[in-house]
């Protein structure tokens, strides 16, 4: 199918900016809107940070910024129009939304991160094409210190020695990203194996990632998308059931709030979906989901249709969120769709960190990259986010270092990832990354479509794969794949979308619900919930060796209940939002 691409700014300069003001009417203002927001300036510097701004819709005059709903002074903001800076001490303060306020409007809210990881992105000048003929940052590497070393000591040191320059860091992974002398990929090149033969240098991370491209795309043709695609994960049984069940004014269960992070770019809140997440303190209602994005021009773009499966209003334009449609009876759930830098995989794995350590509970990761070579389940070469095999190694360390602090500092996340769209196999390093890691805080999720079969909707056949779709024993699950995606204009039918990126979300959002029913919830239990109620999906397969039909693990008759004979044991599993929502209901009441 064909996306219409976002098109992103680029990376905004440290220094103080200058622009003509803004041409608005007095009777029609534009509304005022955060485009980007990220760290500049010295990205070493932890203590007064340096936040630059690129907003739409601002008059010349005074104009207020608020962070976590307190006002900041005047002297913090600078620059002038649409390019403003914003200078920040971050003595007792604490990450959170930030909105701008002028004339009685108010910004769409984004999240502001004080956590310590930030990288840096190349512009036009600073890439080059390798000989796979992919974009390549050309001074800019990040190297991955071994812990035995004080990362950001022996950074420097490497720094010094290499004539280089320490510009940003990932620190509780221990990684630092340096921009070098090259002036060409032979001299980086040349310096990376150097670097790479350093004793504290675990690996080097290169990256290959053009700013601008798509982190996920689906090119086979889409089926029309209506309510059966999501009828096929039971997605109103579960909306109805969750509100049925918690309104019970006896035996009613108390909800915890869920904080959810959402590593894309931005939404477009000028669409019908997220119009009224704009103006106002959204947690005055305690019981409302929160949205915190930047702000996109068209609502066609990747990130509007990943957040709106989780936010987007019901019955507004064109999309319908699951975790927005718990808001009478929710715990308010907190949606931060964020990515700070267009640096790569560098940078999701950077504004990761920060979302975690600001209580991030739930990870979407609607992204992932194959590796040159791979080749899909026919034979045939992959050419859609390959990146080469130098690019990949460092990549594979660094999420290693990832998946490493997770369990030993917050073993209670969970990263949702989609399994790709390659017709691959979703499970094997030299294929695929980040999906082909093996611990249990990370979930792979497929894509299935509505087959052309008159049955119901727990009957195999159903769903059918969708062809695009990874598959392997590596993926936990599937999820319908198809949505319709935003639109400009209220009560529009919104285009077709298709991909495990969408795939994703649902799943994402129905384990932010569980954990929302019982916090106490472990990744493994996760995962079990998931896979005990799990419908089935395709033919039964008897645990043979992965054929190209097979979409996910088989289901265990540890997973029906110990029944060898169980008609769902060797079928793959189709996500079922409902009866996982049960199956959580009941680890609380076994617990009460």
Known sequence: MRHSLLTLCRPLPALLFAALPLTVTAADPDPIRIQQLQRCGDLLETHKQTFCLRVKGLQPGDRQVRLNGEALSAKQLSGKADQLQLQ?????????????????????????????????????????????????????????????????????????????????????????QLRLKAKNLDERDATVLRLGG?????????EESGAEKAIERDVQKAPPADNQEWASNRFLDAVNFYKRRLQRENGGLKTHPVRIGVIERDVDFDAPDFADYSGGDCRADRKRLCLYARDADKPSG????VSGILAAAWDKGGNSGFLRGLDDVGPGFDVIVARDSDAGITANVAASVNLVEDGVRVLNWSWGIHRVGAVDIKGDPIDSLVRSGIAMSGYEELLEEFF????????????????????????????????????????????????????????????????ASNIDMRVDITAAACVHGSMAKADEEGDVHCGTSYATPLVAGLIA?????????????????????????????????????????????????NELNNPDVGHSARLDMYKALDLTVQSVDRVR
Do not use: C
Not at 302 to 305: A, R
């Open 404 to 467: 490493l602090w997770l369990r030993e500092e917050h073993p209670d996340v969970v990263v949702v990832n989609s399994a790709g769209n390659g017709s691959s196999f979703s499970g094997r390093d030299e294929y695929r990354l980040p999906s082909s890691f093996v611990t249990d805080q990370l979930f792979v999720v497929g894509g299935h479509q509505r087959s052309d079969k008159d049955v119901p909707v727990k009957d195999p056949q159903y769903a059918i794969k969708r062809k």
């Open 302 to 305: 990747h990130g509007t249709t």
């Open 198 to 206: 350093e004793v504290s240098v675990d690996a080097v991370v290169i």
């Open 513 to 561: 619900a569980m954990l929302s029913i019982n916090p106490e919830l472990e990744p493994d239990q996760l995962r079990m919930l998931l896979r005990r109620s799990a419908m089935t999906i395709g033919e039964e397969y008897d645990f043979e060796p992965t054929e190209g039909d097979d979409l996910t693990a088989p289901i265990l008759p540890s997973e029906r209940a």
């Open 88 to 176: 920040l001490d971050t003595k007792g303060k604490q990450s959170g939304p930030l909105v701008i306020e002028q004339g009685g409007q108010q910004s769409n809210p984004v999240w502001l991160s004080l956590g310590s990881s930030h990288v840096v992105a190349a512009n036009a000048d600073e890439v080059a094409k390798n000989m796979d003929g992919l974009t390549s940052y050309v001074d800019l590497i990040s190297v991955v210190i071994e812990e035995d070393f004080e990362g950001a000591t022996e950074a420097r040191r490497l720094a010094e020695k290499y004539g280089a320059k320490v510009v940003g860091m990932i620190p509780p992974l221990n990684t630092y």
